[in-house]
């Protein structure tokens, strides 16, 4: 089964969410999704006026496989990354932009919210939540043990017969 690269949970979930919901009352972004290169949604928030959100986790596997594709693209032309990618259509844009090496801000406007604004702002919020991600690579693994095993197996057969 394949896991998420990072556990963003507690504090470090708190202030993320709160960074992305920043970034969207900064900008007038509709939606935020931090997403990790494996296309699992880390986080996401939305504006309270923005209409029912796409959904999320195809949005989030689509633009991981997309993240992917063109850093084989970059590789090919010499380059070690294409930082952002900007999809742009007649009525709204999908910016992506590298949290990292393991992770990715996605954010999805409208045609009235000026892109250069957007990355101005989004490339301050990366600057931050990249510097939490680093905090968690030194937090070591939850290590469950056979007695947590045992326990919540106990526990589910109490539950369920």
């Known amino acids: 089964m394949i896991e998420p690269s990072l556990a963003l949970y507690?504090?470090?979930f708190e202030r993320v969410d709160g960074l992305i919901q920043e970034?969207?009352?900064?900008?007038?972004?509709?939606?935020?999704?931090?997403?990790d290169r494996k296309g699992f949604v880390l986080s996401h928030k939305e504006a309270l006026w923005a209409p029912r959100p796409p959904a999320l986790d195809s949005v989030a596997t689509?633009?991981?496989?997309?993240?992917a594709a063109t850093a084989a693209l970059a590789n090919?032309?010499?380059?070690r990354t294409f930082s952002e990618q900007i999809h742009?259509?007649?009525?709204g844009t999908l910016y992506v932009e590298s949290v990292g090496t393991d992770s990715l801000l996605t954010l999805i406007f409208d045609a009235s919210v000026p892109l250069g604004k957007v990355k101005v702002y989004a490339k301050k919020s990366i600057t931050q939540i990249a510097a939490i991600l680093d905090e968690l690579k030194d937090i070591p693994p939850v290590q469950l043990g056979e007695d947590?095993?045992?326990?919540?197996?106990?526990l589910l057969d109490d539950l369920l017969g």
């Not at 689509?62 to 993240?67: P, W």
């Not at 742009?88 to 009525?91: K, L, R, Y």
């Not at 947590?148 to 106990?154: D, M, P, Q, R, Y």
């Open 23 to 35: 970034l969207l009352d900064t900008t007038g972004v509709r939606y935020g999704l931090l997403v």
């Open 62 to 67: 689509l633009v991981a496989s997309n993240a």
């Open 88 to 91: 742009q259509g007649e009525n």
């Open 10 to 12: 507690g504090d470090a």
């Open 76 to 79: 090919m032309l010499g380059e």
């Open 148 to 154: 947590f095993s045992a326990g919540a197996t106990s």
